[in-house]
C-alpha cells in the first residue's frame, strides 16, 4: 500500500486547507484510515480517523474544525481543515491499516502504513 499526501502549504490563522492522500490499494474501503500530525522535536498525534463503514474520530484539539473523509471511487483520503490556528503546523501523515477493528481516536494508535507526509504552517 503507498499513500501519497498532497495539499499542505502556508496559510494565515483563519484560513482553510485541503489535504489528499491517493491511496494505491484496491479496495482500500476496507481499511482504517487516518491523519496524524507530527511538530519536529515532539510525538507524533492522532488528527483523525475514519472506519471502513464511514465512521469518524477527532482529536479534541481539531473537534469542530477539521473533517475528515474518503472517496472510495478514487481511492482518496481527505482532511479538511478550516478555522487553522498557528499550533495547527506540522507534518501531516496520511495513515492506513489492513486491521479495521477499533478504529477510533485515541484506542488506535498504530497503523501499519503511512505516506511521506505534507507540510502545513500557519502563521498568525
Known amino acids: 500500500v503507498q499513500l501519497v499526501e498532497s495539499g499542505g502549504g502556508s496559510v494565515q490563522a483563519g484560513g482553510s486547507l485541503r489535504l489528499s492522500c491517493v491511496v494505491s490499494r484496491y479496495n482500500y474501503s476496507t481499511y482504517c484510515m487516518g491523519w496524524f500530525r507530527q511538530v519536529p522535536g515532539e510525538g507524533r498525534e492522532g488528527v483523525g480517523y475514519?472506519?471502513?463503514?464511514?465512521?469518524?474520530s477527532y482529536a479534541d484539539s481539531v473537534k469542530g474544525r477539521f473533517t475528515i473523509s474518503k472517496d472510495n471511487a478514487q481511492n482518496i483520503l481527505y482532511l479538511q481543515m478550516n478555522s487553522l490556528k498557528p499550533e495547527d503546523s506540522a507534518m501531516y501523515y496520511c495513515?492506513?491499516?489492513?486491521?479495521?477493528?477499533?478504529?477510533?481516536?485515541?484506542?488506535?494508535?498504530?497503523?501499519?502504513?503511512w505516506g511521506l507526509g505534507t507540510q502545513v504552517t500557519v502563521s498568525s
Open positions: 475514519i472506519s471502513s463503514d464511514g465512521t469518524t
Open positions: 495513515v492506513a491499516d489492513q486491521i479495521a477493528d477499533f478504529c477510533v481516536l485515541p484506542q488506535r494508535t498504530h497503523f501499519n502504513f
